[in-house]
């Protein structure tokens, strides 16, 4: 299993960004889809999941309104597009693929940088 | 949403020790607990999941158990490999809610 985020960057508060992730080495459409980050010194945050077929989203609360997951069955991809950035988006996010069962997150890509600062 | 403490914040042991984290739901999560170890640089690593089924690829000194709304993550003799920081997750209810994690030091 691989996952690889690209797409992180620098960015004004109130700009936008758009996250990508990869995936490889399973059968990506029997799957479930998670964004989770963490900002500097801090812990673990879920983000957004989308379901296998993409038919269902979620989102937290901090970014519901904001972000929309998105998924391509057919490229293997994952995306997060980023609207409205606020400094405290700020983070290491990290895209991740959902066990069947439990909710657990089994296979992590490495994290994508956002950075939102002026 | 399902609020998960984790205890102690921070834990200092040396090598050869058993140490034993806990991690508490505000309400009942059955068995949906993971565990998962963090390390600096690196992404999370899934550890158990289901309270106490150990992850393929993880070394039997972990261990879990607890169900409801007590659980408990068990390093059964630390090795240096082990010191990270440490948070549990429930997958039972939207949305996935973190422990705050767990610091453990030599």
């Known amino acids: 299993v691989q996952l690889v985020e690209s797409g992180g960057g620098l960015v004004q508060p109130g700009g936008s960004l758009s996250l990508s992730c990869a995936a490889s080495?399973?059968?990506?459409?029997?799957?479930?889809m998670n964004w989770v980050r963490q900002a500097p010194g801090k812990g673990l945050e879920w983000v957004s999941g989308i379901s296998d077929s993409g038919l269902e989203t979620y989102y937290a609360d901090s970014v519901k309104g904001r972000f929309t997951v998105s998924r391509d069955n057919s490229k293997y991809t994952v995306s997060l597009q980023m609207h409205s950035l606020r400094v405290e988006d700020t983070a290491l996010y990290y895209c991740s693929k959902e066990r069947k069962a439990y909710g657990s997150l089994d296979s992590w890509g490495l994290g994508a940088q956002v950075t939102v600062s002026s | 949403d399902i609020q998960m403490t984790q205890s102690p914040s921070s834990l200092s042991a040396f090598l050869g020790d058993r140490v034993t984290i806990t991690c508490r739901a505000s309400q009942t999560i059955r068995n949906y607990l993971n565990w998962y170890q963090c390390k600096p640089g690196k992404p999370p690593q899934l550890l158990i999941y289901a309270a106490s089924s150990l992850q393929s690829g993880v070394p039997s000194r972990f261990s879990g158990s607890g169900s409801g709304t007590e659980f408990t993550l068990t390093i059964s003799s630390l090795q240096p490999e082990d010191f990270a920081t440490y948070y549990c997750h429930q997958g039972y209810t939207m949305p996935p809610t973190f422990g705050q994690g767990t610091r453990l030091e030599i």
């Open positions: 080495g399973f059968n990506f459409n029997n799957y479930a």
